[in-house]
């Protein structure tokens, strides 16, 4: 379940009040410490114990190290089964500390307070943990549904333009996906800030719900949440390996782009819904140059991609501006050649 907090945070307090925990820990990286924690605290009405637990932001500490510490400090503080993990944080504390949780004395109860866009209208959403596992986007996880998600969209009003930019591409992909009409909605915002998102961030929030709900342990429709982060998780892999981390929705949006591309390579999508979708996730995001990656170094990580069965690349590609389709397989020559359009992007307009 997913509530809207009210200023006062009533709906958190009702719900601590009505469940029996033995103690809290909130697990927070520097940022939502500084930034989110005093605003939790301030409206955090309990009389149960609590903790801070603390880890360095960035996707490189979404690993087993990061998470065997966690599990360590947690034994030393003598968690049982009744405490409650309370992720305030971007999608790499939801994953992470959804992942700890669901794994710590084979499951704790755990709720998450996503602080950014990305993780309020998609990682926080839909019972996804996870880690990194060397170099590989979220290799090792669970399927295990929060116990509830609070959003507090004031919260965004801590964030660097990057990263509520980094999360408005999970919103462009729900209505490419799922919904023209908030596609549409989404492309005409002329200034990309907080006041001009925060409007649409229910509906994003509803997409993946109803994917979710539809789809729990993605067999079926939910793999089309992936479109745009087959090459775009391949990239970003690769940016995090050569230690120059890229913003997750960063990646995605070459990825859209690239994947844009390949479906119309593939007939599935007219060349005018093509230039379309490209021109509009142009306008928000500036190009990533990823000359410097070989094709031979992205297909080993495509190889590998979690989605993956027997080996055979799948991809999620769009049919239409909100229809999406799912297990599509391409032909290396098809990928590479997207691949190329989007290394030529930044040079002239290509079709």
Not at 28 to 41: F, Q
Not at 280 to 304: A, C, G, R, T, V
Request: charged share 25%; net charge negative; with cysteine.
């Amino acid at each position: 379940m997913i509530t809207i907090l009210n200023d006062n945070f009533s709906q958190l307090n009702d719900f601590l009040s009505s469940r029996s925990f033995s103690k809290i820990f909130i697990l927070v990286d520097e940022n939502t410490h500084e930034y989110c924690l005093p605003v939790l605290l301030g409206n955090l009405e309990t009389d149960l114990a609590f903790e801070i637990l603390e880890i360095e932001p960035g996707e490189e500490m979404k690993n087993i190290q990061t998470a065997n510490q966690l599990w360590e400090i947690l034994t030393e503080m003598q968690a049982d089964r009744k405490a409650l993990i309370i992720n305030l944080g971007g999608g790499v504390i939801t994953d992470m500390g959804g992942f700890v949780a669901s794994t710590y004395k084979r499951g704790v109860q755990f709720i998450n307070i996503p602080t950014t866009l990305l993780s309020m209208c998609d990682a926080s959403i839909g019972g996804k943990t996870g880690i990194d596992l060397m170099h590989y986007k979220n290799m090792v996880g669970t399927f295990t549904f929060p116990e509830q998600i609070f959003v507090y969209p004031k919260f965004l009003e801590t964030l660097p333009f990057k990263e509520l930019r980094s999360g408005f591409a999970e919103m462009l992909k729900h209505g490419l996906i799922a919904d023209k009409k908030h596609w549409e909605n989404l492309i005409h915002i002329s200034k990309l800030d907080v006041e001009a998102v925060v409007p649409h961030i229910e509906t994003s929030i509803e997409i993946k719900q109803d994917i979710v709900q539809q789809d729990f342990q993605e067999k079926n429709i939910r793999k089309t949440l992936n479109f745009g982060h087959t090459i775009g998780h391949a990239v970003e892999s690769l940016c995090l390996s050569q230690g120059n981390p890229i913003l997750h929705g960063e990646a995605v949006a070459m990825g859209m782009i690239t994947e844009t591309h390949l479906s119309f390579l593939e007939g599935l999508l007219s060349e005018e819904d093509c230039i379309a979708i490209i021109e509009n996730i142009q306008k928000y995001y500036p190009y990533l140059d990823i000359s410097d990656f070989k094709d031979k170094d992205i297909f080993e990580l495509l190889i590998n991609d979690k989605k993956n069965i027997d080996s055979k690349i799948n991809f999620s590609l769009i049919s239409e501006i909100g229809s999406c389709t799912f297990d599509y397989q391409c032909s290396k020559e098809k990928i590479i050649s997207s691949l190329e359009y989007y290394r030529k992007l930044n040079d002239a307009d290509v079709i």
